[in-house]
């Protein structure tokens, strides 16, 4: 397949393995971008963004990212931080006095983003998917919920409830929505294709995910990962042509913090690549003392409800470089999404990294870390 784009001289490699990606691995549609020391030096798109209609993939196709949206909120967490509005530390209560009952008065921002609060689920099953987009009622329903854990002791993914816990914090701040707020604060300025809830105007040009084949079962809906991963069935996964999928509008331009992110790979690099060291000259975002912050050990190991341990580490909202998630080094920070998409920084390399793909694959899926390979040879890791 051929592809468009650059890459400079010395990352030919990515190229590469972006290649291969579609003669060998079987991409549909996909972008790479990676910028070093704040310059841009890959810049790559190719294939088809949906396949009913053969529509090809241009430079700045969005998709949506699945819980690479959380590296967004921990971004604007983050900055907040860095700014003095919010102590990471200090009980959610502080900021959402309605939150500090049942239990969660000591409940940190901190703990949420380190998948520690204790409230990995919406216990609420009266709720349904219209309550979980007019964020009022799912932001109630978390107010009365009682840990499942002391907080703070033990790890649970908390797979959609992250985004709207730190989300109303950020709500209580700054009186903007998180997606409201990540516009303001950096996405506008920085003319990012990426959103936590679309505008309406950009569904057309969005890629359409489809399936691989041969994905394996999920397990039973009522068990508590797959009621972490849908909302107690109220967002299937993958659910791409369901009403309330991923490839829905329905999903897609209401704010979904922690999962309904919707970028380009350029937008994802982007940010990362301002906040670990600032782009075209620009400030970074985030200073060295708030990556440091960002990328200690919060998270690591088994989870609460015996999940085994896959080798993944947790700084504060972010994933660290890991067996599970490798990436450049220790100050390596980012997220991942289903079916393939990857985006982070690393201030020590100067680095911002996004992929972008539309075919999701599961187990097996070697084209993320290929382009990893790839990019840590380039830099000279």
């Not at 290649?19 to 972008?31: I, K, T, V, Y």
């Not at 969005?62 to 909120?73: C, D, E, L, T, Y």
């Not at 079916?339 to 972008?356: I, M, P």
């Amino acid at each position: 397949m051929e592809h468009s784009g650059w890459a400079d001289e010395g990352f030919g490699a990515v190229a590469d393995e972006f290649a291969r990606n579609f003669a060998e691995r079987g991409d549909l549609g996909a972008a790479v971008t990676v910028f070093a020391g704040g310059r841009k030096v890959v810049d790559l798109w190719g294939g088809i963004a949906d396949q009913r209609t053969g529509r090809a993939w241009e430079e700045d196709t969005a998709v949506p990212v699945f819980s690479a949206a959380k590296g967004i909120v921990g971004i604007c967490a983050h900055l907040l931080a860095q700014e003095g509005r919010l102590d990471l530390d200090a009980p959610i209560g502080d900021y959402w006095p309605e939150f500090a009952r049942r239990g969660k008065e000591k409940i940190t921002t901190r703990m949420v983003l380190a998948h520690r609060a204790g409230l990995p689920a919406v216990d609420d099953r009266t709720l349904t998917f219209e309550d979980l987009a007019a964020w009022t009622p799912v932001v109630k329903a978390l107010e009365e919920q009682e840990p499942l854990w002391e907080p703070g002791t033990a790890l649970e993914y908390h797979g959609f409830t992250l985004g709207w816990l730190v989300g109303e914090v950020i709500r209580r701040i700054t009186g903007l929505t998180p997606g409201a707020y990540f516009r303001a604060a950096v996405a506008d300025e920085l003319s990012l294709s990426t959103w936590i809830g679309v505008p309406e105007d950009e569904l057309p040009s969005l890629a359409r995910l489809v399936e691989a084949d041969g994905r394996p079962a999920l397990p039973d809906p009522e068990t508590l990962i797959m009621r972490i991963l849908t909302t107690n069935g109220l967002v299937p996964f993958p659910g791409l042509d369901d009403p309330h999928g991923y490839n829905s509008p329905a999903l897609l331009t209401a704010e979904f913090p922690a999962t309904g992110g919707v970028s380009s790979a350029r937008g994802l690099a982007t940010l990362y690549a301002a906040a670990a060291h600032g782009v075209e000259g620009g400030p970074r975002l985030l200073s060295r003392e708030t990556v440091t912050d960002a990328v200690r050990e919060q998270s690591a190991g088994a989870s609460w409800s015996g999940f085994p341990d896959l080798g993944a580490r947790w700084g504060s909202g972010f994933h660290l470089d890991s067996a599970r998630h490798p990436l450049l080094g220790p100050r390596s920070f980012g997220h991942d999404g289903s079916g393939g998409q990857l985006a982070f920084g690393d201030d020590a390399f100067g680095v911002g990294f996004g992929y972008v793909t539309n075919r999701m694959i599961g187990n097996g899926d070697a084209r993320t870390n290929s382009l990893l390979v790839a990019v840590r040879e380039c830099v000279g890791r």
